[in-house]
C-alpha cells in the first residue's frame, strides 16, 4: 500500500486529491454521496464580499471534449458564508480551503481579513482568474506586478496560507506564478479554464448568454499540464494542478510534472461520485508500478527541475 | 446550502429493456445496482451510457415508472447524442446512473379536481403523477374523475405510450397540431374548449410539463383565472446535484423561495409554483 500523504506548505494532505473550485458546492452538500474523508481536501466555490446572483442563462454547455460555463461567481457573499456553511464543513473530515475572489485589491483583502479568524478554514486559495467577471480581462492573472500586489496585499492581513489561482490565458503563465510568489502565495494553482465559446450555427445564438465563458474538462487537459509544467519550473512553492483530470492516470501526471497536489473538477459533474473513489485508484496504480510513496512520482518527467 | 437529496446515488444500473415507443421515443427500464425507495412522482435521475459516441456528462429523465422488483422505466425522446445512445444500448448494458434527484411533486389535497397538461415526452412525470393521486400515496387519494390529462402533441407519434395512460382510468384528453388523434389544436385550446362546454369546474389545480413556451402559456392562462399552477421543468443540467450552478432559474422576489435571486432548477426543483419563479 503507498503511502498517500503529501505536504503542501505546511499543510498535511491525507491524500494530493482535491476538488476544484466552483466544481463540488462548497463540499459538505455532497457528504451523503462522496465520502469527503476519501478526499485531501475540499475548496471552496469563490466567495465574494458581496452577495452575487451570478449571470443569466445558459450559464452552461458542453462540448465535444469538455465544458463550457459562464456562472459569473454566484455566491451569497462571506457574510452568509461565514454564518451557514462554516459551521458546516468543521464535520466535513477534511481539509478545508477557502477560495476568495474580487474585482478590486480592496474586495480580496476586505474577505481575507472576514476569514481570518476562523481555523476550520486550512488556507485561502486566492481566485486571480476568474473569466467571468469583469468581461473577462482577467486585470489580476494577466499581469506579473498586478498578481504580486494581490497577493502582498492578502498576505497583509491573514496568516492563513495563500494559494495563487492562475489563468491559463497568458502567454507565460511562469512570470504571472513568480510575481505572486514574490507576493507571498505559499502555493500556486494551476490553472483555472480557458477562455471558450460556442455556437448553434442554425439558430445564431451563442452556446452562453455571456458569450465568452470558461472551457474545462478533458480537452484543456494538456494545456493545463503545459502550465503546471511551467509554474513548477519557474518557482520554489508547490504548485497544486488542475484541469482536464478526469481519473488516476491524470492525477499522476500532473505530479509528474512537478505538482504536489491536483483538483478535479469538471469530472465530477460526469460521475458526482468519482472524487470519493479517486484516491484509492492512483493508490492502485502506485502499488501495481511498485512505488511505495505518491510523493515519489511529484517531479519524475524528465524534463523536470 | 442548497444540497442533493439524501437518497441520491452516484452509481451504475444494469439495462433491463430498451423498447420503442412513438416516432422517436424508446421506453429504457434499468435496475441500480442499489434500488431507490419508493420514488415520488417528478423525481429524476442523471443516465449516461457507456457508449463512446455519448457525451461525458450524463442526461436528466423523469421517472416514468417504478416496479416492485426495484427496476425504473424512463420515457425518453430521442434528441441528440445522449439521448440516441440511450436507445442504442441494449439489455445488459452497464449506465451511469446517477439518483434519485429532485424534489417531485408536493402532496397535494383533493380539495380541487387536478389537471396534467403535457406537451409530448413532457407527460412522463404524469404517469406516476396519476398512480400516486389514484391510490394516495403521496397526499390525498384523488377519485379518478377529478384527474384529467391533456396530452398534447404535434402529431399522433409524438403521443409517447397514449395507452397505457388511458388504461390508468382517468380521463385522458389527447390533442394533435394536425388533428391526427382527439382534439384539433394545441393543449391550451383543448383545456379552454373543456372549460367552455363546462367539462371541467372553474377551480382547478393545473400541473404541466413540455416544451418552454407551451408551459408559459399554461402558466399564464393561470394566472389569468387565478389558479394554482406547478411546473416541472426540462431546464439544460451540468451535474443534476447542486454543485455546478448552471441550472439557474430567475425567482420571483415575494415567493416562497425566498430573497435570493436564483434557484437552482436540479435540487430546489425541477417542480416549482409558478408563484416561485419567473418562466
Ligand atoms: C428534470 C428533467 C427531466 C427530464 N425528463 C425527460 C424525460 O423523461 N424524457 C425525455 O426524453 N427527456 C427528458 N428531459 C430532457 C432531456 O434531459 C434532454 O432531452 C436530453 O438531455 C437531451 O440530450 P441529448 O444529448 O440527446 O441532446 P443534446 O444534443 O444535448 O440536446 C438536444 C436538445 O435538447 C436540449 N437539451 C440538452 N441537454 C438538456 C438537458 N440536460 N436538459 C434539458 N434540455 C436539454 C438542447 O438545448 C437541445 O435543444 C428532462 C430534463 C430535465 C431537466
Ligand atoms: C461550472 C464551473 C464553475 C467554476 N467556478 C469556479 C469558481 O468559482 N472559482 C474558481 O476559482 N474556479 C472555478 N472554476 C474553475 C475550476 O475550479 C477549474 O479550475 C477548471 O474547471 C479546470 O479544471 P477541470 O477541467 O477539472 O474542470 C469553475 C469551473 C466550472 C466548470
Ligand atoms: S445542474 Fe448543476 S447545479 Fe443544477
Known amino acids: ?305 | 446550502m442548497p444540497a442533493p437529496p439524501i437518497d441520491a446515488r452516484s452509481q451504475n444500473a444494469h439495462v433491463l429493456g430498451v423498447e420503442p415507443c412513438g416516432e422517436d421515443g424508446v421506453l429504457l427500464r434499468i435496475k441500480p445496482l442499489e434500488p431507490a425507495g419508493p420514488l415520488r412522482a417528478g423525481r429524476f435521475f442523471m443516465l449516461r451510457s457507456p457508449d463512446d459516441t455519448a457525451p461525458a456528462i450524463p442526461r436528466p429523465f423523469s421517472v416514468y415508472r417504478q416496479h416492485d422488483d426495484g427496476s425504473i422505466e424512463f420515457l425518453i425522446k430521442v434528441m441528440g447524442p445522449g439521448t440516441r445512445a440511450l436507445a442504442r444500448s441494449s439489455p445488459g448494458t452497464e449506465l451511469v446512473c446517477v439518483g434519485p434527484l429532485g424534489n417531485g411533486f408536493p402532496e397535494f389535497g383533493a380539495d380541487v379536481p387536478q389537471v396534467m397538461v403535457a406537451g409530448g415526452i413532457g407527460s412522463a412525470p404524469f404517469y406516476m403523477a396519476i398512480q400516486q393521486a389514484l391510490a394516495g400515496s403521496h397526499g390525498a387519494k384523488v377519485a379518478p374523475e377529478d384527474l384529467t390529462l391533456i396530452y398534447g402533441g404535434r402529431k399522433a407519434g409524438f403521443l409517447y405510450d397514449l395507452e397505457a395512460f388511458m388504461d390508468l382510468g382517468v380521463r385522458v384528453l389527447a390533442a394533435t397540431d394536425d388533428g391526427s388523434v382527439g382534439f384539433h389544436g394545441n393543449v391550451l385550446d383543448c383545456l379552454r374548449k373543456q372549460w367552455e362546454v363546462e367539462n371541467l369546474p372553474e377551480t382547478v389545480r393545473l400541473l404541466t410539463c413540455g416544451p418552454e413556451p407551451m408551459m408559459e402559456a399554461v402558466a399564464h392562462e393561470a394566472a389569468v383565472k387565478n389558479l394554482e399552477c406547478w411546473v416541472s421543468l426540462e431546464s439544460y443540467m451540468g451535474c443534476g446535484v447542486g454543485i455546478c450552478n448552471g441550472c439557474s432559474l430567475v425567482t420571483r422576489p415575494d415567493g416562497p423561495l425566498g430573497e435570493w435571486p436564483v434557484a437552482k432548477a436540479c435540487v430546489d426543483g425541477p417542480v416549482f409554483c409558478t408563484s416561485a419563479i419567473e418562466l
Open chain 1, 1 to 305: 500500500m503507498a503511502s498517500m500523504e503529501v505536504d503542501l506548505a505546511g499543510i498535511s494532505l491525507r491524500n494530493p486529491i482535491l476538488s476544484a473550485s466552483g466544481t463540488f458546492g462548497h463540499g459538505v452538500e455532497m457528504q451523503h454521496m462522496v465520502a469527503l474523508d476519501e478526499l485531501g481536501g475540499l475548496v471552496s466555490k469563490t466567495v465574494t464580499c458581496q452577495p452575487r446572483p451570478g449571470n443569466p442563462a445558459p450559464r452552461i454547455a458542453e462540448t465535444k471534449a469538455g465544458f463550457l460555463n459562464s456562472i459569473g461567481l454566484e455566491n451569497r457573499g462571506i457574510e452568509s458564508y461565514i454564518e451557514s456553511v462554516l459551521p458546516e464543513v468543521e464535520s466535513a473530515g477534511t481539509v478545508i480551503i477557502t477560495n476568495i475572489g474580487g474585482e478590486s485589491v480592496a474586495d480580496y483583502v476586505a474577505a481575507a481579513e472576514a476569514l481570518a479568524g476562523f481555523d476550520v478554514i486550512s488556507a485561502l486559495e486566492v481566485n486571480l482568474s476568474c473569466p467571468n467577471v469583469g468581461g473577462g480581462r482577467l486585470p489580476f492573472s494577466t499581469d506579473p506586478k498586478r498578481a504580486e500586489e494581490v497577493m502582498r496585499a492578502v498576505s497583509e492581513v491573514t496568516d492563513k496560507p495563500l494559494w495563487a489561482k492562475l489563468s491559463p490565458n497568458v502567454t507565460r503563465i511562469e512570470e504571472i506564478a513568480c510575481g505572486a510568489e514574490a507576493g507571498g502565495a505559499s502555493a500556486i494553482t494551476a490553472v483555472n479554464t480557458l477562455l471558450g465559446l460556442g455556437v448553434d450555427w442554425r439558430t445564431g445564438k451563442p452556446a452562453l448568454a455571456t458569450v465568452v465563458g470558461g472551457y474545462s474538462g478533458i480537452g484543456m487537459g494538456p494545456v493545463a499540464l503545459r502550465c503546471a509544467w511551467q509554474c513548477a519550473q519557474a518557482v520554489d512553492i508547490p504548485v497544486v494542478g488542475c484541469g482536464g483530470i478526469a481519473d488516476a492516470e491524470d492525477v499522476l501526471a500532473f505530479l509528474a510534472v512537478g505538482c504536489h497536489a491536483v483538483q478535479v473538477g469538471t469530472a465530477s459533474f460526469s460521475d458526482p461520485g468519482m472524487l470519493g473513489r479517486l484516491a484509492a485508484e492512483v493508490e492502485q496504480l502506485l502499488d501495481e508500478a511498485g512505488v511505495k510513496d505518491v510523493q515519489d512520482v511529484v517531479g519524475c518527467m524528465e524534463a523536470s527541475k
